[in-house]
């Protein structure tokens, strides 16, 4: 996978994560109820495990209503957690956010011990636009691309409720591959970093089995979901029978795969498509099962090649005082 986008204020963010967190009485973690375990940070989770957290799954408008609710018992059997599902262009779903903030520190919000909030998530989750909805103004820029909100952020919402809002973070590195298309096909990740025909067809494969009459639905491909056989169609082949029902073609009649593959996503992502959740509790048990696996395969391969003098270890990192962090790009 060739999904990778790790840029220097991304390290920056997470070091004022880390020093605000010592500050703060409640975490709220926003991530997309279309993808909730692949948009949560593990990042964050190491860095709020001892705060009391409330997920937020937005973008529930968008989702699969059914999937939703899995999700919210998932997360709501979780001690010191609590989770609800918004949709931030609800006016009212915002003030929805104080009152579980409130359970979850009930000690804290008066003015003497003010109710201090940190919100957090990965780029284009909706943090942004749900802060506006908040403070009834847009004083937090919000738009529909990865990375808009670089600086921390300080708001009070009402007397006593404090929250500090941070950018948007990603992690370097993500041993669930699932995740990463799955990031990509959101659009949380800026488009130079993964490939649209790679993402699409990906995509494809989940929603094929998942949501069929969902794609015929919507590109009108009735029997084109399988071939002669009766079997699934390839992703391969139906990426290019949607590009023929939306008319994505160039000269000689061939279809435009690209043009196919940014029509598939943007369908997806506006919701085009249908309420789409790519991902169960159980199926993203298993994927993370598989990974770690995997990485401690790899680690181990590492290790074996180093001591082999293949590779050089790589030396320990020295603390920097006034380097300014490189963006960088590794392979997920």
Known sequence: MAVQWFPGHMHLTRQAIEDRIKQVDVVIEMVDARLPASSANPLLAQLTARRPR???LNKQDLADPARTASWLAHYNAHEGMRAIALDTTDGNAAKRLI??????????????KPLRVLICGIPNVGKSTLINRM???????????????RKEARYVLED?????????VLWPRIIVAQSGYRLAASGAVGR?????????LELLDYLKLAYPQLLAARYGL?????????NSLESDALLEAIGRARGALVAGG??????????LLQDFRSGALGRITLETPEEFAL???????LDAERQLRKEALVEEGHIRARPLAKKALSKKPVPRRSAW
Request: glycine letters at 10%; hydrophobic letters at 40%; a negative charge.
């Open 287 to 293: 994927w993370l099962a598989e990974g770690k696996k």
């Open 160 to 168: 006593g409720f404090y929250l500090f809002d941070t950018p948007g």
């Open 254 to 263: 061939k279809v435009n795969m690209q043009k196919t593959a940014e029509l």
């Open 192 to 200: 130079n970093a993964f490939d649209d025909e790679e993402v699409a």
């Open 54 to 56: 409330l997920k937020v």
């Open 222 to 230: 009735k029997d084109d979901l399988r071939d002669v056989h009766g």
């Open 99 to 112: 009152a579980p903030c409130q359970d979850l520190a009930p000690t804290r919000g008066s003015l003497s």
């Open 135 to 149: 403070i009834g103004k847009s004083a937090a820029k919000a738009a529909d691309e990865a990375g808009v909100t």
